[in-house]
Nanobody
Framework: QVKLVESGGGLVQSGGALRLSCASS????????MSWYRQAPGQQRELVAT???????KYVDSVKGRFTISGDNVKKTTSLQMNDLKPEDTAVYYC?????????????WGQGTQVTVSS
């Protein structure tokens, strides 16, 4: 079973920066895409950024120009550099990994890390 562990969350003032990291363990070789999602209280979980095994990245419009996702395709780790943070970025951030092997696919979630941005 793959395990994803996030770190780096915390409390920061508006305009500040945080860096989230996600480490994976277990049978990680089949992971091809890693992403960051977030969920604010009372809201649905939303995709923030994703990076695939070719290094192609995608971002939700609200974080473009402020957040940068990176990853190590061998170690199957990912980081999310978050700059110019805003109160609306406050949420629990989750690491997510998609895998595929021999016609079978699935995904894994981390436990989440809280990011709080004060105004």
């Amino acid at each position: 079973q793959v395990k994803l562990v996030e770190s780096g969350g915390g409390l920061v003032q508006s305009g500040g920066a945080l860096r989230l990291s996600c480490a994976s363990s277990g049978p990680i070789r089949s992971i091809h895409t890693m992403s960051w999602y977030r969920q604010a209280p009372g809201q649905q979980r939303e995709l923030v950024a994703t990076i695939d095994s070719d290094g192609i990245t995608k971002y939700v419009d609200s974080v473009k120009g402020r957040f940068t996702i990176s990853g190590d395709n061998v170690k199957k780790t990912t980081s999310l550099q978050m700059n110019d943070l805003k109160p609306e970025d406050t949420a629990v951030y989750y690491c997510h990994a998609e895998w595929a092997n021999r016609g079978i696919a699935g995904d894994y979630w981390g436990q989440g890390t809280q990011v709080t941005v004060s105004s």
